[in-house]
Nanobody, 128 residues
Framework: QLQLVESGGGLVPPGGSLRLSCAAS????????IGWFRQAPGKEREGVSC????????NYADSVKGRFTISRDNAKNTVYLQMDSLKAEDTAVYYC?????????????????????WGQGTQVTVSS
């Protein structure tokens, strides 16, 4: 059973940066697409970014394009989300999720229901 644990969230002022980590255990991530999602209070969970199993393909929501960068280190079984130029509207609980598909290229971020495993989330608050 794959388990995912997010970390790196916290309180940061507008314009600041955070790096989230998604560490996996129980199985290697080599065959999994990884997505980052976020959910703000009263809102639906939305896709933020996606990275293919070998890291060769990525995708971003328009709202974070140019500010967030997804990457992965399969040797460490970890995926990262570097978040720069943070805005108040980025405030949310951030989740990572794994989709078992070695061939998917993240032409889209994929829907919530398409992912097989989820982490418990980490809170990101952008406020002065």
């Amino acid at each position: 059973q794959l388990q995912l644990v997010e970390s790196g969230g916290g309180l940061v002022p507008p314009g600041g940066s955070l790096r989230l980590s998604c560490a996996a255990s129980g199985h290697t991530l080599n065959s999994y697409v990884i997505g980052w999602f976020r959910q703000a209070p009263g809102k639906e969970r939305e896709g933020v970014s996606c990275i293919s199993s070998n890291g060769g393909s990525t995708n971003y929501a328009d709202s974070v394009k140019g500010r967030f960068t997804i990457s992965r280190d399969n040797a460490k079984n970890t995926v990262y989300l570097q978040m720069d130029s943070l805005k108040a509207e980025d405030t949310a609980v951030y989740y990572c999720a794994a989709l078992l598909d070695s061939f998917a290229k993240c032409a889209r971020i994929y829907e919530v229901f398409e992912y097989d495993y989820w982490g418990q989330g980490t809170q990101v608050t952008v406020s002065s």
